[in-house]
């Protein structure tokens, strides 16, 4: 039996990893744990899942969460938790941190407040590491392996000026998961920079006024010529990555270094 855990699974990539992943697996038993903000995404992921297999006995469960919200966060966490004990029934486990934002986009003399960088920091950096940290607390109480998938970005390894708040996010993230990774071999992780897609976050980066003009340009122009990545696309590359499991755990890969699966 598999357990799949996806954040951020309401739209764009995290809807399009939990679909890849319903459809690549043809077993009777998959555990779904899926969450995020908005519930009629939610629910209409879970729908694309089933699609075609409503004759399985699949358990998706869905869990509404701001995980952005430190005072609800542990407890939400929990929540899902208890829905996916025990963790012993599970030959495969696979936990995709996807869920984050932009951030602040602009110079940094620009920043408004320290509240709009607190805001930036509590999704992107503090969520995020203890989303990973709260699965990995229970794993490490049972004998059960897992592959932590950390949607990364060329962010991560790379400076954007106008995008430092992001940058710097994604760069915590992966250090946070390749230190991670060298603490257990229990533990599996993925830092996967899924490319330029064609998500609600690419449209705001086409047309942010604060944005530096040559990331706008590029993703207008990639935009009118039709160059984005389809979320679908980028998703079925990565999971059938995962399930092959050839990778140095850690290891930052980008969608552009993979080959045609």
Request: hydrophobic residues 40%; charged residues 25%; glycine residues 6%.
């Amino acid at each position: 039996m598999m357990l799949l855990i996806v954040s951020g699974a309401s739209r764009g990539f995290g809807q399009a990893v939990a679909v890849e992943f319903s459809k690549t697996n043809n077993a009777s038993n998959l555990k779904a744990i899926l969450t995020a903000r908005s519930l009629e995404g939610l629910k209409k992921t879970k729908e694309l899942m089933i699609a075609g297999k409503e004759h399985m006995e699949w358990d998706i469960s869905l869990h509404t969460s701001d995980l952005g919200n430190m005072e609800t966060l542990d407890n939400d966490l929990g929540e899902m938790v208890k829905a996916a004990k025990p963790f012993e029934q599970y030959d495969r486990i696979i936990i995709v941190n996807n869920a984050g934002s932009l951030g602040h986009l602009g110079e940094v003399a620009k920043m408004a407040s320290v509240e709009e960088l607190s805001r930036a920091v509590d999704l992107n950096i503090t969520s995020s590491l203890w989303f990973t940290t709260r699965w990995v607390k229970e794993l490490f109480s049972s004998t059960t392996h897992a592959t932590i998938v950390n949607v990364s970005s060329l962010c991560a390894i790379q400076p954007f000026p106008t995008m430092t708040t992001y940058c710097t996010g994604k760069a915590a993230r992966d250090m946070f998961h390749l230190s991670l990774a060298k603490e257990s071999t229990q533990i599996k992780t993925l830092n996967y920079a899924p490319g330029a897609m064609a998500t609600a976050m690419t449209d705001t980066l086409r047309t942010e006024e604060d944005l530096a003009d040559e990331y706008k340009g590029f993703f207008r122009a990639a935009d009118e010529k039709g160059e984005l990545i389809e979320p679908s696309a980028s998703a079925a590359k990565l999971v059938k990555f995962v399930y092959a499991g050839v990778f140095e755990s850690g290891k930052h890969v980008d969608y552009w270094d993979l080959p045609e699966m």
